[in-house]
Nanobody, 119 residues
Framework: QVQLVESGGGLVQSGRSLRLSCAAS?????MGWFRQAPGKGREAVAC????????LFGESVRNRFTISRDNSKNTIYLQMNSLKPEDTAVYYC???????????????WGQGTQVTVSA
């Protein structure tokens, strides 16, 4: 079993930055970020492995979001720059044995943290 705790969400103005953190209760091979906007399905954002292989999913976040990992703390981060109102969503952290955009692969999920970007 793995417990995941996200933090760092909040309300920010368009164009500003936020950094999300997700701490795992133990080491896991792959961890990822997903998001779900109101009325929409869950969308993959990024994932990263223990060896720092990573993936960023979606043209909307490329060149704005960066995923990183601190293995000594079993923690991953999502640095979000140049935020837009369309980035408003609940952001979830998840853990799996594989870095992938497929949410069904992830066995463990955090409770989510709200990110709201005002225009």
């Amino acid at each position: 079993q793995v417990q995941l705790v996200e933090s760092g969400g909040g309300l920010v103005q368009s164009g500003r930055s936020l950094r999300l953190s997700c701490a795992a209760s133990r080491s896991v091979h792959a961890m990822g970020w997903f998001r779900q906007a109101p009325g929409k399905g869950r969308e993959a954002v990024a994932c990263i492995t223990a060896s720092n292989m990573m993936g960023l999913f979606g043209e909307s976040v490329r060149n704005r979001f960066t995923i990183s990992r601190d293995n000594s703390k079993n923690t991953i981060y999502l640095q979000m720059n140049s935020l837009k109102p369309e980035d408003t969503a609940v952001y979830y952290c998840a853990a799996a044995n594989l870095c992938t955009a497929d949410a069904d692969v992830y066995e463990f999920w955090g409770q989510g943290t709200q990110v709201t970007v005002s225009a």
